[in-house]
């Protein structure tokens, strides 16, 4: 496992700009779960809705929305298995495999959610 301690305590400077980066996308994950929740419902005599009356038992924007919502869970999930923060100190630790999955699961449904919602003609 690597391990990185804050960005103030790390010496390498590429080290330190990752770690950055890292604790940067993190942080605005929090903004994402305010924006998620606005497209929980959908606007009436959307294109989407007509999608939804055509597969009433299934509809088509809530298997979407709960894509995105796996896809933020799993990006939740990296921060609680990457980052320990106390009072003086935040510790960014990787380890080799763990990662790449909840990051590629996250891919594979948020690609999923936006192939559910493009438009049947992108022209």
């Known amino acids: ?10 010496t390498d400077e590429a080290e330190k700009a990752a770690v950055s980066r ?33 597969l009433q038992s299934f509809p088509n924007s809530q ?9 933020f869970g799993c990006l939740q999930s990296l921060r609680q298995m990457m980052v320990d923060e106390d009072e003086e100190n935040i ?19 948020a690609a999923c959610a936006l192939w559910l919602l493009e438009p049947a003609n992108s022209n």
Not at 1 to 10: C, I, R
Not at 24 to 53: G, I, K
Not at 63 to 71: D, M, R, S, T
């Open 91 to 109: 510790h960014v630790t990787s380890g080799p495999y763990g990662p790449y999955t909840l990051i590629r699961n996250a891919l594979d449904s």
């Open 63 to 71: 298997f979407a929305y709960a894509q995105l919502v796996v896809a």
């Open 22 to 54: 890292v604790l940067n996308a993190f942080a605005s994950f929090r903004e994402w779960e305010a924006t998620l929740s606005q497209y929980s419902t959908v606007q009436a005599n959307s294109p989407l809705s007509c999608d939804d009356a055509a």
């Open 1 to 10: 496992m690597t391990s990185f301690t804050d960005p103030e305590a790390v």
